[in-house]
């Protein structure tokens, strides 16, 4: 894979990741994908990244999965299609959902299917007024994968994912804000000077408190209220070891704003 098919920058403590295949929508060949699940393990270990911005070249954020170098259509080895999906898109999903820094989606055009999933798996996005979300899957004959039939229900409900899934329709920026899907959309041109200043807060912010709060919730769908409740205690526990708690109560009581350090 040409190494400019994924941009990769470092500024700021925030890392910024940029699909860049703009003839293409960005749709993600195998290279890609794994360059950027390497990437997002990168930023998760490295101390000096504090937040991660994802975002796309031209007109589409991200197609999804580039079909056409895929294989025929022809006799399959059982288990092969569920070993590609658990080891290809799954995957790159749980990269981002794993990973301990915040993520930002800058959504600059077209998210569809494993574009969108890609998207609703970062912990915040933003999008351009020009975006658009389609979940694809079903224009093709094809059941929705990277984790869309888990992520899409747990940020609007089964029916609404229902509806989305079975029709395949666009939706836009708009309609996505309103059901949820989208923290803030802002013009086409604002996009970027606006993911950069929520990534400087984010990396500006007390890291290991970010990265047990995102556990948290990420988790909280899955548990139940004991499990849930004692996860957020050890999560209290750690936090309080950390130089940032102890930055952020001294800032308190000597009545200052905190200087965090992300350790």
């Not at 790159?92 to 890609?118: F, M, Q, R, S, Y």
């Not at 609404?160 to 802002?186: C, H, I, T």
Request: charged share 25%; proline share 4%.
């Amino acid at each position: 894979m040409p190494v400019s098919e994924v941009l990769h920058v470092v500024d700021g403590q925030v890392a910024y990741l940029t699909l860049n295949r703009p003839e293409a929508l960005n749709a993600l060949t195998p290279a890609q994908r794994d360059r950027l699940i390497e990437l997002f393990g990168e930023a998760s270990a490295n101390a000096d990244v504090r937040a991660v911005v994802l975002t796309g070249t031209g007109r589409g954020f991200c197609a999804g999965a580039d079909l056409r170098g895929g294989a025929g259509a022809g006799e399959r080895v059982a288990g092969e299609v569920a070993r590609m999906i658990r080891e290809g898109a799954q995957r790159l999903v749980a990269a981002v959902l794993d990973c301990e820094k915040p993520v930002i989606a800058a959504v600059n055009g077209t998210a569809a299917g494993l574009g969108a999933h890609l998207a609703l798996a970062c912990d915040l996005v933003l999008a351009a007024e020009s975006a658009r979300f389609i979940e694809v899957f079903v224009r093709r004959g094809l059941v929705p994968d990277g984790g869309g039939a888990y992520l899409l229900p747990r940020l609007v409900g089964p029916r609404r994912a229902k509806e989305l899934m079975f029709f395949g329709d666009a939706l836009s920026a708009p309609d996505a804000e309103r059901l949820g899907l989208v923290n803030r959309v802002v013009p086409d041109g604002e996009l970027d000077k606006t993911a950069r200043e929520w990534a400087a807060r984010l990396a500006g912010g007390p890291t290991r408190a970010l990265a047990l709060t995102k556990q948290l919730v990420n988790a909280s769908l899955d548990s139940d209220r004991g499990t849930a409740f004692a996860a957020e205690a050890a999560a209290q526990e750690i936090n309080m070891t950390t130089a940032d708690a102890q930055e952020g109560v001294a800032s308190f009581v000597e009545r200052r704003s905190p200087e965090y350090r992300g350790r």
